[in-house]
Each structure stands twice: as C-alpha cells, then as structure tokens.
C-alpha cells in the first residue's frame, strides 16, 4: 500500500460530545495520482453523509462518472452498477418530474480491484420522481470501504436509500438528504455486521426545509469480536418545514464483550410544528426466541444466525438480484458459523 | 408389550427459584396420546417446557429419558433432532424469515437430508390447505402479523412438516374459534400414527373428540394426583377439579 491521505469524514451537523472525539472519524485511503471527473455543475455543493473531504477525494480521483438520466416521466428499471469495486466512483443520477429509477451497486470480495473501494452517489430528486439507491458490499478483510450519498430531493418526491455494510477491513459509510419540496420523503435502511476487528462508521443526515417532509432512517446491525461501530443519525428541522416528520431507529445486537458499539442520534429543531423521534435497542437475541428456534432442532449458532439474518433479510430482500442476495447469505453464514 | 417412548422420573423442577414440580412421574409409549388437565399454575406448561428442555426451567431433581437415553441434561436443539416437538402456546414471531424457509431449514437440519425445493413446497402446500389455512402464509415471515388462530395452525403445519416421534400440544386449541378447532383437531388426527406419541394440554376437550386417548393425567400443584382413560375428561368436565384434587390431598 502507498501512502495515506487521512480523511476528516462523517461530520456530525454541528459539534457535540467533544469528549468522546465522535464528531468525525478518520479515514485513511490512499494517496494516488489524481484523476479527476468532470461533474456537470448542478450536482455540485450537493452535500453528503460523509462531507466535503470524501468528496473530493472520490471526484478528484474517479476520472469519470456514470451520469444516469431520467427524462420527465421516464422509468429507467433496475439500473446496476458494473463498475463497482473500482478505487473510486462517482454516480450521478439526474430524475426528472415523475420519473422512477433504481441504482445498485454491490462490491463483493473478489470484485474489488484492490486495497480500497469508495463509492459516491449524488441525486437529483425532481418533482415526484422515485429513486432508489442501493449500495451494498461484502468486501475482503483487507479493503477499505467508503459509500457516501447525498441527495436534493424535490416535490412530492421520495428517495429511498439502502447500504448493506457486511464487509472489509474498515467501513464508513453516510447519507445525507436534502428534504427541499412539499411533501417530499427521504428513507434509509442500514444493516451492519461487524466481526473480528472491522471497523464501522456512519453518518446519516437529514435536512428539511420543505413543509410536510418525511423521513425514515432505520439501522440493524450484530457485533461479534472485536468490532467497533459508530453510528450518527441527525435530523435537522430547519424553521419553515412545518408539519414535518422524522423517525430514526437503531437496533443492535451484541455478541461479543468486547465489541464496541457507539449511537449518537441528534435531533436539530429550528421548527416548532415538527415532530422528530428517535429510537435505539441494544441488546442480545431474547431467550424466548433463541429457545424457540432451538426447540425446532437450530443449534445455537444456527439460531443466532437466523436470528441475525432476520433482521437483515428484510433489507437483503429489496437487493434486484438474486446472485447478489445468495451471495450475501453465503457470506453471513460463512462469517456466523462458529459451532 | 409396547415401546417405551418417554419416561419421566420423580422431576422437579425451579422456574425462577420457586418449585413448580414436585416429582413428576410419566411414561409414554409409543402409539399412545396422553392428556394432561389441570387447573391453571398447576404446572402442566412447566413440565413440556422441561421436557423440551428451556433453558429457564432448572431441573433440580429426577431425570427424563427418551428412547431410553438420558436427556435431562441435553439442549432443545438436541433433543429436537430426537425428534420431541413442541407446540408452544405463545409461539414467537420471527420477522424476515418467511414460514416456507424456516421450515425448510429445520426439516433439513433434523432429516440430515437435502429438502427438495418444489417437493417441499408442494407438500407444504397440501398440508396447508388441510388446515384451511390460505398458502400464501408460507411466504410471509413466521407467526409476523399471524391472528392467535393462525399463529396455532402454523404450529400443527410444524409439527405435520417435521413429523417428530414425540409431540407435545400446549393449549393449541386456546384462542381458536369452533370451525378452527375442529380443523385443528384434523390435523392432529392426521399426524397421529401407531410409530408417534401425544401428550395434549388443554381445557377444552372439543380438540379431544376426534383423537383415541390412551391417559388422563391431573396435575395439580406440580404432581400427578390422578390418572385415568377417556372417561376422566368427561368427569373433569362434568365435575371440574375440585373433587380430585380433595381426593388427592
């Protein structure tokens, strides 16, 4: 490996807990010769989960982009990505009014080219416009993983954003959605796994300033080894974005002692007719259904591995692609086998 | 004689420190189908637990042997694979995993067998219908959403699917409307054969009046005090507990 840039990435909106030094993380990704993308003007300044310094570093580095655009009332389908697993890559997806895309892009531990894989996706949410953004990854023990996302998202329309963090030696992975149009809606889904001493990061942001906005963020996740997570979820209501509504949830397992789990939910309100909520459960599998399952002959092991993977396959199940699917439940049971 | 399938001997057992069964003793062969009645803290959700095998039921005293091996000791999971079932009378819900695929997973980890795909899901199908429960319950995640009714239909469509040699029944029948006991009933009737045992829990005998029953047992305040054929069930419903239990004191 050559030399590091270290990163400043997954900024929380505004500075708090100091002392706990969770207010960005550091990542190291490698210093190459810089090729840079040619991004077309009105993608830029679009803020991300993982800030400006990721930014750079992923457009200076790409060399190029993958631009998708959905002209007005266009539906595009299932749109994958067949550059994944590449150093650096930008995706820029452009929908205009009433059109309906899906991206996805899934880096598996044979597809990534080398000791790092960063993805950035930028969207353009016009007026009623659907998309959906599904990053995944099951990357090898020696890559370095980045997913960042941001979107401005228009009228009455909805962005859906899915990252699936199963894999690689560290991961950061962000979100950030700009809710500007009347009624428009912002999902997330994250599911982690975290063993031996993976390192996991993530930065969700949401910003609403338009009235009636909606979000959703929503993160499972199972710890084993000597994991150590982070996760930052930050609803900001700005004044104006009146009878909006924000709900963040994280459910965590632990099954390690010594894996390390870190929530910071942040609720920012400059509104008074807005209702934001969070919510956080962390905890072991209950015993009632780990005895339930091993009542109908599943070990332990095979018990927490139902356990676990009930909790993703919900997410898992929104992947379009069955190889991709199969190949994420061979890598959790390759990974929860400990009988 | 018969084959001895389940022995239970002198158990008692702790559920949070206070004893709850105070020398248990059982056997079950096979081919029979016992009842177990009881008024309620008796005991009688206490002692298929411990049969079972959950982990917060301590055995404190006594052994129980199945197929005449020693299994106090062993796992549910193990004792599973021996092929003990259990019809929970809560049973758990467990999302993102569909009915089909839980199943399908459990009927190959206790066959040992690959379960082949379209096969499986044909005869699941069947086994579904027979208890006039719609299919599409297979594909969504198990017990999630499922009415009480529906949540014990799916509990005799495990028991029917996974075929053990032992099945115990936890109040199956509680919650369930007339039309859907009597299917219920069906479906037990159906699983029943001269190679599998029944040990039934219940408070009401309409699920009974379609099955043989071999024995009646009482339990009260963690003993058997009474054990009987059929012709128990119609004097407990005629007559409830109280004199058996005067009796048994």
């Known amino acids: 490996m050559g030399e590091q840039n270290i990163l400043k990435v997954n900024p929380l909106p505004t500075l708090t807990w100091n002392h706990l030094m969770l207010n960005f993380a550091n990542m190291p990704l490698e210093e190459k010769a810089q090729v840079k993308a040619d991004i077309p003007a009105e ?9 400006g310094e990721f930014v750079s570093y992923v457009e200076s580095h790409a060399g190029s982009v993958q631009l998708i655009r959905a002209g007005k009332g266009e539906d595009l389908g299932v749109i994958r990505d067949d550059n994944a697993g590449a150093s650096a890559e930008v995706i820029l997806i452009d929908a205009a009014e009433d059109s309906r895309v899906t991206f996805y892009s899934h880096v598996s531990g044979t597809k990534a080219n080398g000791t790092q894989a960063t993805r950035l996706v930028k969207v353009i949410a016009a007026a009623r416009a659907q998309v959906t953004v599904i990053q995944s990854q099951t990357a090898g023990n020696d890559t370095m993983i980045g997913d960042d996302f941001g979107a401005i998202i228009g009228d009455e329309a909805g962005v859906h954003l899915i990252q699936v963090q199963l894999g690689g030696k560290a991961a950061f992975a962000g979100g950030c959605a700009a809710l500007k149009g009347y009624k428009a809606g912002f999902t997330e889904e994250t599911i982690y796994f975290g063993d031996e001493s993976r390192r996991l990061d993530f930065s969700y942001v949401t910003r609403h300033t338009g009235k009636k906005t909606t979000t959703s963020m929503l993160a499972s996740g199972a710890l084993f080894g000597n994991s150590d997570k982070v996760y930052r979820g930050s609803m ?8 909006s509504k924000g709900r963040e949830a994280e459910n965590v397992l632990l099954f390690s002692p010594t894996a390390r789990n870190r929530s910071i939910p942040l609720i920012l309100c400059d509104e008074e007719d807005v209702d934001g909520q969070h919510a956080a459960s962390i905890g072991k599998i209950n015993k009632e259904l780990m005895y339930y399952l091993q009542s109908r002959g599943l070990t332990e092991s095979q018990a927490r591995q139902l356990a676990v993977e009930s909790r993703f ?19 959790l049971e390759r990974r929860m086998n400990l009988d | ?5 389940l022995r239970v001997e002198n158990l008692h057992a702790d559920v949070e420190e206070k004893e709850i069964l105070k020398g248990i003793n059982l056997v079950v062969n096979k081919g029979e189908t016992h009842v177990l009645m009881g008024p309620n803290g008796a005991g009688k959700s206490t002692l298929d637990n411990c049969i079972m095998g959950n982990p917060e039921y301590k055995v404190t005293e006594g052994k129980i042997l199945f197929k005449g091996e020693d299994i106090t000791k062993q796992k549910a999971d193990a004792r599973a694979r021996k092929g003990i079932f259990l019809s929970f009378q809560a049973p758990q819900e467990v999302p993102g995993v569909t009915m089909e695929d839980f199943l399908r997973v459990c009927k190959k980890n206790l066959t040992g067998e690959n379960i082949r795909y379209f096969a499986f899901h044909k005869e699941l199908a069947a086994t579904m219908k027979a208890l006039d ?3 599409s319950y297979a594909s969504r995640y198990l017990n999630v959403g499922f009415s009480g009714g529906e949540k014990k239909k799916a509990e005799i469509v495990q028991m029917l699917t996974l075929n053990p040699a032992f099945a115990m029944l936890d109040e199956t029948d509680s919650g369930l409307d007339v039309d859907a006991v009597r299917v219920v009933s069906e479906g037990i009737r159906r699983f029943k054969t001269d190679e599998n045992s029944l040990l039934i829990i219940t408070h009401n005998t309409k699920i009974l009046e379609d099955l043989k029953v071999d024995f009646v047992h009482v339990l009260y ?8 054929g059929p012709e128990l069930v119609d004097y ?14």
């Not at chain 1, 993608?43 to 800030?51: A, K, L, Y």
């Not at chain 2, 004689?1 to 399938?5: G, K, R």
């Not at chain 2, 407990?236 to 004191?249: C, D, T, Y």
Request: charged share 30%.
């Open chain 1, 313 to 331: 396959n919900p997410v898992i199940d929104e992947i379009p692609d069955e190889a991709v699917r199969q190949e994420i439940h061979a890598y």
């Open chain 1, 43 to 51: 993608f830029n300044g679009i803020e991300t989960g993982m800030g």
């Open chain 2, 221 to 228: 305040d963690g003993k058997i005090i009474r054990t009987g």
């Open chain 1, 236 to 243: 900001a209501f700005i004044h104006g974005c009146s009878r």
């Open chain 2, 236 to 249: 407990i419903n005629e007559n409830g507990f109280a004199e058996l239990i005067r009796e048994g004191e």
């Open chain 2, 1 to 5: 004689m018969s084959e001895e399938l």
């Open chain 2, 133 to 135: 429960m719609d299919d």
